[in-house]
């Protein structure tokens, strides 16, 4: 049996290999992700040729040190393909992404990808999304009016202000992250919008019909790929 660090490593020496030479790509955020740079960077001192657009500056510092060739989304019309990981994978390929707060930055890139393919180990696929906080980044500004709203108009539970060893956690865009515990998430697209139409919010952590397939590892070894349904 694989251990939840080795399922990670193999989950993202698989996926590598949908790069290749000559590819404009976005690359995720996160300790699956971490994978997919050393691997990438040992296929770039073999001689891989491929630029890619970071989405977090831990990915933008990582890519770097591993001499992966990075490229300012601005000057990019469109990504082939995203590669990332997820928090909560469910049927459809349904998303919750933003457990490391970089979920602006991954939305933003895989808006901009033709393909968005997930990292995922077997613990991040669920049947309803919800058990993992959903992450809605809000301006600082008035956060607490987000929060009663979050759970007066939208029946959230708990809207808890995400902290970072004792500190409220700000991310890599200057906004703050609320962990909202929703329990069951069936209307993906709705909730999504929803909790935009709330001012102050910047983005949300759902990523509805946005993934193209997901790559899944288990313990006993196994690596599937699903595609998601929609045309
Ligand atoms: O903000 C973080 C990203 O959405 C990550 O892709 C997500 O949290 C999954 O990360 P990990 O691979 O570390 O579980």
């Known amino acids: 049996m694989f251990s939840h660090e080795e399922i990670k490593k193999r989950v993202a020496e698989y996926a590598a290999d ?4 000559g590819m404009t790509i976005g690359i995720g955020t996160g300790s699956t992700v ?11 001192q073999q001689g891989l040729h491929f630029k890619a657009v970071p989405t977090s500056r831990q990915t933008q510092t990582l890519a770097t040190e591993l001499g ?9 019309d469109q990504l082939v393909l995203t590669l990332d990981g997820a928090d909560e994978v469910a049927p459809g390929l349904q998303l919750i992404k933003g457990g490391g707060g970089a979920l602006l930055q991954e939305k933003i890139v895989a808006a ?3 393909q968005l ?3 995922a180990d077997e ?4 049947n309803v999304l919800g058990r993992f906080p959903l992450p809605v980044e809000v301006i600082p500004f008035g956060w607490k009016q987000v929060q009663k709203k979050i759970i007066q108009q939208l029946g959230c539970q708990l809207v808890e202000l995400r ?3 004792g500190e409220t956690f700000v991310s890599d865009h200057g906004h703050y992250i609320l962990d909202c515990h929703f329990s069951q998430i069936t209307d993906t697209p709705e909730l999504n919008e929803a909790i935009h139409n709330i001012p102050g919010v910047v983005e949300t952590g759902l990523f509805p019909n946005m993934a193209d397939i997901a790559v899944v ?3 006993d070894g196994r690596i599937t790929t699903t595609t998601s349904t929609l045309p």
Do not use: F, P, T
């Not at 613990?123 to 669920?126: A, D, F, I, N």
């Open 18 to 21: 949908y790069v290749e030479a």
């Open 34 to 44: 971490y994978w997919l740079l050393q691997e990438l960077g040992k296929r770039v």
């Open 68 to 76: 992966i060739s990075l490229v300012d989304l601005n000057n990019v």
């Open 112 to 114: 901009a990808s033709r």
């Open 117 to 119: 393919i997930i990292l």
């Open 123 to 126: 613990s991040k696929m669920v």
């Open 163 to 165: 902290e970072k060893n």
């Open 217 to 219: 590892g288990y313990a």
